[in-house]
């Protein structure tokens, strides 16, 4: 059984401590101590970081976990700690501080949330970065103004949180917890705001509103039929990340042709542009092919009335069977042959009858290997070991037979 220093003062930076147990594997070291001033996860709270130091090594704890029983985990340096040795614990307290901040932050918002709007908090979540609560009905813009102003006047009130453990629930404060606790088996922690929340939590606060500085929320979403998603961040996060935000902001405006305020209007206009161009693009892409047909329609063999078009492409395989089929198509009695780069696709004109390019294409692999398949009309095929202009030559051949 560990004792949780971290629940007698949450403010404790540095302690002393006995090592209980201690494993190892692949350089990375795992012990329990008697005692312990760093949180282990749990409640939508991350681990603390920090270091443990002993006479000849240092361990870098990176994830801290487990409720009766607390491992530390992280890398060793210098020798493997012995069990009944004292050690020196110091907490990454800049971490821990703020996610003090965004916890207590969390349960201001969730109840301003319910006070307001009648919302349940079902789910909470800190990252590195933000944080994430979820709630059990819809949000909006306005909502979700209210709920900021509110939040930020009792960060300024600079109101009192205290922290209680009970054995027993009396009915008085049962009715009135925010979160609904059904039986205590055995301890419980109570979170008291003033009077604005009380509610049973297990992790770390600050001990004063005004602590938490400022929250903002980033954005909310629904999350699925039921929640909705709250994204936010609290204390010195809050600056860190509306500086990148920004950052992203204006080097994007930066990037933009006009930089004129706003981004999303100029966004828009380069979409529009990009729009135009892609038209144009079709336009001459159609006019160069309608070139491209008639020069090859000017070379083409003719058979019994039918145009035999054959030709070895540069283009990849989904343009030349785009240029294809629009040649075929806006010629009547006519049959395309065309290889590129391990590929063979063969299209007629659907007027023209009697002759299956499926068919053709099978003949053509017989001999040059490979596989495909097809249609009456178009067939595409690949993965032959001869040359595109031997292959084409093989289709001619073939075709001419079948006709
Ligand atoms: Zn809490």
């Known amino acids: 059984m560990t004792e949780c220093l971290f629940y007698l003062d949450p403010y404790l930076k540095e302690s002393i401590a006995t090592v209980q147990a201690v494993k190892q594997r692949d350089g990375i070291v795992k012990l329990t101590l008697d005692r312990t001033i760093f949180y282990p996860e ?5 681990s603390d970081r920090g270091i443990i130091r002993g006479e000849g090594f240092k361990i870098k704890v990176e994830k801290v976990y487990g409720k009766d029983e607390i491992w530390h985990e992280g890398k060793l340096e210098g020798r493997l700690p012995k069990v009944g040795e004292e050690v020196k614990l110091e907490l990454d307290w800049e ?7 965004q916890h207590t932050g969390q349960h201001i918002l969730s109840a301003i ?6 919302l349940h908090t079902t789910g909470f979540q ?9 709630v059990d009905g ?11 102003l509110e939040a930020n006047r009792i960060i300024r009130e600079a109101i009192p949180v205290k922290v209680e453990e009970f054995k027993y629930l009396s009915e008085e404060i049962l009715h009135t917890l925010r979160k609904h606790v059904s039986k205590v088996t055995d301890r419980i922690r109570i979170v008291t705001i003033g009077d ?3 509610t049973p939590c297990g992790g770390t606060h600050v001990k004063n509103t005004g602590e938490v500085g400022f929250i903002k929320v980033l954005r909310f979403y629904r999350k699925d039929r039921k929640l909705w998603r709250i994204e936010f961040v609290a204390g010195n996060r809050v600056i860190k990340y509306l500086n990148n935000l920004l950052a992203d902001y204006w080097e994007s405006l930066d990037e933009m042709p006009n930089k004129n305020r706003p981004l999303v209007e100029r966004v828009r206009e380069l979409k529009s542009e990009i ?4 038209e144009e693009k079709k336009a001459l892409r159609l006019k160069l092919w309608d070139w491209k047909a008639k020069a090859l329609l000017k070379e083409s063999e003719e058979v019994k009335g039918t145009k035999i078009v054959g030709t070895v492409e540069k283009l990849d395989m989904k343009d030349a069977q785009a240029f294809v089929v629009y040649l075929v198509d806006k010629n009547p009695n006519t049959i395309a042959l065309v290889v590129g780069r391990n590929y063979v696709i063969l299209a007629k004109n659907r007027g023209v009858e009697g002759v299956s390019m499926r068919e053709l294409l099978r003949e053509v692999l017989e001999e040059t290997g490979g596989s495909g398949g097809g249609s009456e009309v178009l067939a595409k095929g690949g993965g032959f070991k001869v040359e595109p202009e031997k292959v084409l030559e093989i289709a001619k051949k073939k075709l001419k037979h079948l006709l």
């Not at 749990?42 to 991350?46: H, I, N, V």
């Not at 949330?113 to 009648?118: A, V």
């Not at 819809?138 to 900021?148: F, G, K, S, Y």
Request: proline share 2%; no cysteine; net charge negative.
């Open 42 to 46: 749990g409640g939508g709270q991350p």
């Open 95 to 101: 971490w821990r501080y703020e996610n003090m901040k």
């Open 113 to 118: 949330l319910k006070k307001l709007y009648g």
């Open 126 to 134: 800190i990252f590195k970065e933000y944080n994430k609560i979820e």
């Open 138 to 148: 819809e949000l909006n813009w306005e909502m979700i103004t209210q709920v900021e």
């Open 196 to 198: 604005i929340d009380r």
């Open 275 to 278: 729009e135009k161009l892609e």
